[in-house]
Each structure stands twice: as C-alpha cells, then as structure tokens.
C-alpha cells in the first residue's frame, strides 16, 4: 500500500511509477506475444572493404508490430535485456542469421561474405551459449569461420576469464569476434591484449564528426593504430560520406559500414 499521508504530490508520484511499471508489463507481453507470432525479422547492412566491394553485413534486428509498424531495436532490446526475453529472443537471432548465411553459402557470388551478429551481455553468460552457436553452424552446416559474433566492452570486462574461455571454444570452431562501439566502454588496454578478437569496430559517434572535430579525429586514428598494433582488424561504423571514408582509408581503416554504402535492408542479395 503507498503512502497514505504524502498528499496529493506522492499520490501523482505513485500513480506515474505505477504507469511505468504498466506499460513495461504490457510491452514485455506483446514481445512475448510478436516472437511466438513472427513478427521480429533481421535486416541486413553491408560491410564493404576498400574497393567498394561487399564482404559481408551485419545482422541488425527489428520488430514488425502489426499496430506500431517497424520498430528499432532500441524501443525493446533494453527491456528484452532487463526481463530475460533476450534469450529467446537471441536464439531467434542467431537462428536466422545461420540461415541467412547458409544461403549465401549455397551461392558462388555470395558464398564468401561474412555474417556480423549482435550478442547481448546476458545472451552471451549463458552456460550453454557456446553449445547454442556450435548447434546452429552444425545445423545450418554452415562455415564457422563466415559467422562473427559481436559483443561489447561492458561484456568483455565482467568475469574476464570466463569470457575469454568461452571465446577460445568458439574460435577453434573458427568463429570470429569483432568489439563493437568501440571506445564508448571502458575496457582498459591490459584486458584488450588478452581477449581473442579478430577485429574492432570504430563506434559510429566518433565517425560522425570525424572531419570537423579534431578530438574525433585523434580517437579514430588512435583506434587504427591499437588495432594495427594488436594485430586486429578495423571496421568503422556509421560511414555515410566519402569524405569520411577518404579519412578512414588514409589512417589505414579498410573496412566499413554505413548509409554510404546502404542502410539495413530485409532483402540484401
Ligand atoms: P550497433 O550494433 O552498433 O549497430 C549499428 C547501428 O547503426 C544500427 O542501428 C544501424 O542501423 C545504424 N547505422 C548504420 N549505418 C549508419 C549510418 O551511416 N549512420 C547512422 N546514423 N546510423 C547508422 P540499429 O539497427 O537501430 O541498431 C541499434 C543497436 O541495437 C545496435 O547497435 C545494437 O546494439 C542493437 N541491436 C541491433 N540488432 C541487434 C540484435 O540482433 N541483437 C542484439 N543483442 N542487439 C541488437
Ligand atoms: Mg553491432
Ligand atoms: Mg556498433
Ligand atoms: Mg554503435
């Protein structure tokens, strides 16, 4: 029972937080409802090297509500996050992304490119994650090496030795790692060192202003240069000018991903 003797301020109080908790309630219900329903489906982006040419895309997640149209991942991964639908969620995902990826492996022009998947923090600690992903590439038979998973700063700093562990299994499978947003977390350099990652990926907001902001500038190049000295590849991200591309190139980043080269689309071919 809330506070009685509040007054009128508390009352409103209680009754905003009890909408809140409402509408998270009824948005966790729906998702339940859309996943049983079909109604997520994963778009793709390509990632093009230095030639313009395609290598690969990333896997990017929407939701098709049958009211609300399409809705970005950032409208209900967090809460997907926060109630433990992400599970399900994310084997959704990492479902059909295999599938995808068989598909192109089943055709001579598009049998090389790479796949890109997002993993959440929480998908990731699964104990049998790694059991997850060996399923999938088994089922979908599809050439581990193709799938790249993707995972965060925040991800790779909690329970060090359990994540590299985890990391070591799948890469002898061949499957690769690429550390998304990079430089928006706080990974310190010590862990970088040790993680088995293939490749960094440039977050996008250090792209943005690449060109007019100087401290962008001096983040981006140092951020090639790490990756050149780890022996890592670079992707940049949120690439959506040729100027940008230009600068990327000179620095010495040779892959990249953006509205430059197209937005996340259901039907890349
Ligand atoms: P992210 O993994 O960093 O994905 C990149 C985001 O940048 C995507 O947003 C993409 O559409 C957007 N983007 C790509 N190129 C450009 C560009 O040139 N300019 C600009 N301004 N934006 C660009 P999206 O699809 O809305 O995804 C947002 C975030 O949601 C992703 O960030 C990722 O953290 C999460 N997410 C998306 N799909 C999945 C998924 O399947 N699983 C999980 N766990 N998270 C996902
Ligand atoms: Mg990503
Ligand atoms: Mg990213
Ligand atoms: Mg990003």
Redesign the pocket.
């Known amino acids: 029972e809330a506070k009685a003797s509040g007054g009128n301020s508390f009352r409103f109080f209680d009754k905003d937080m009890l909408d809140i908790v409402n509408t998270r309630a009824a948005l966790e219900a729906d998702m339940r409802h859309g996943l049983q329903q079909e109604q997520f489906v994963?778009?793709y982006?390509p990632q093009v090297n230095s030639a313009g040419v395609v290598t690969g895309a990333?896997?990017?997640?929407?939701w098709q509500h049958p009211q609300k149209g399409l809705v970005?991942?950032?409208d209900f991964?967090p809460l997907?996050?926060e109630s433990g639908l992400?599970l399900s969620?994310?084997a959704w995902?990492l479902d059909t992304?295999c599938a995808k990826l068989a598909e192109w492996q089943s055709s001579e022009d598009t049998k090389n490119r790479t796949l890109?998947?997002?993993?959440?923090a929480r998908?990731f600690r699964q104990n049998d994650f790694v059991a997850q992903v060996l399923d999938n590439i088994a089922r979908h038979h599809i050439d581990a090496s193709k799938l790249k998973l993707?995972l965060?700063e925040s991800l790779l700093v909690d329970n060090v030795e359990a994540t590299i562990d985890k990391m070591n299994q799948l890469k002898t499978r061949g499957v690769g790692f690429s550390l998304?947003?990079f430089g928006t977390g706080y990974s310190s350099l010590s862990y970088l060192k040790r993680l088995p990652l293939d490749q960094l990926?440039i977050?996008?907001s250090f792209?943005?202003d690449i060109l007019s902001n100087n401290n962008d500038a001096v983040i981006t190049r140092t951020i090639i240069a790490l990756g050149q000295s780890l022996g890592l590849a670079v992707i940049a991200?949120?690439?959506?000018t040729i100027g940008q591309r230009d600068f990327l190139q000179q620095q010495g980043c040779l892959s990249y991903?953006?509205?430059?080269?197209g937005?996340?689309s259901a039907d890349l071919r």
């Open positions: 994963l778009y982006q990333e896997a990017l997640v929407r970005p991942p950032s991964i997907a996050e992400i969620l994310g995902i992304a890109a998947v997002n993993v959440s998908q993707e965060t998304d947003d990926k977050d996008q792209v943005r991200e949120g690439v959506e991903q953006g509205y430059l080269y937005k996340p």
